[in-house]
């Protein structure tokens, strides 16, 4: 099974701040046609789950610009340019590569 | 957008069933790959099953194997989650949600299934 692992598992922000969220993959998520098959996701406190990054990279419709997704092979990064608000819950990440699909542990974020 | 809708869920003894109902509103339904993925009590996210366009290939997390099965009607947009034999481990909130880009790009608000004797 692929392990992810997120890092930190708690993140206090002050608004207008930036953030960023790491996760990483104990195996390369690069599939045959070259698409890297690593999701975010945020959910809000008493929320389902909602899609914020796929395909490593690309935002999901309607998701704020501020949201951004890099990485390639392993490693991978969630960054927020700038925190608002409504940026609270737990994020994931997942990894679509394989069965069983892995999610990480989530990354509380919190408004200082 | 995509409305996704469960149903079914409730309190089941141990080594009881259950079978979780999710409703689409997307006509296309019958065009993507569908999940459920799991949630228990203020814990992460886990995937449980994952079911093809056409019902030919089903894919299950090792734990709910040869328990839980996962179908589909697509002539009613609807997707199933037959329980069997649950065990107080399977206590989660149960969210159905489509498949697409390696992804689950929209989801349920959860069925809440309590297995307790």
């Known amino acids: 099974d692929i392990v992810m692992t997120q890092s930190p598992l708690s993140l206090p922000v002050t608004p207008g701040e930036p953030a960023s969220i790491s996760c990483r993959s104990s195996q390369s998520l690069l599939d045959s046609n070259g698409y890297i098959s690593l999701a975010w996701y945020l959910q809000r406190p008493g929320q389902s789950p909602q899609l914020l990054i796929y395909l490593g990279s690309n935002r999901a419709s309607g998701v704020p610009d501020r949201f951004s997704g890099s990485g390639s092979g392993t490693d991978f990064t969630l960054k927020i340019s700038r925190v608002e608000a409504e940026d609270v819950g737990v994020y994931y990440c997942?990894?679509?590569?394989?069965?069983?699909?892995?999610f990480g542990l989530g990354t509380r974020l919190e408004i200082k | 957008d995509v409305h996704l809708v469960e149903s079914g869920g409730g309190l089941v003894q141990p080594g009881g069933s259950l079978r979780l109902s999710c409703a689409a509103s997307?006509?296309?339904?019958?065009?993507?790959?569908m999940s459920w993925v799991r949630q228990a009590p203020g814990k992460g996210l886990e995937w449980v099953a994952t079911?093809?366009?056409?019902?030919?290939?089903?894919y299950y997390v090792d734990s709910v194997k040869g328990r839980f099965s996962i179908s589909r009607d697509n002539a009613k947009n609807l997707l199933f989650l037959q329980m069997t034999s649950p065990r107080v481990e399977d206590t989660a909130m149960y969210y159905c949600a489509r498949a697409r880009d390696a992804c689950f790009d929209y989801w349920g608000q959860g069925t809440l299934v309590t297995v307790s004797s």
């Open positions: 997307d006509v296309t339904f019958s065009s993507y790959w």
């Open positions: 079911i093809k366009q056409d019902s030919s290939d089903t």
């Open positions: 997942m990894q679509g590569l394989q069965s069983p699909i892995t």
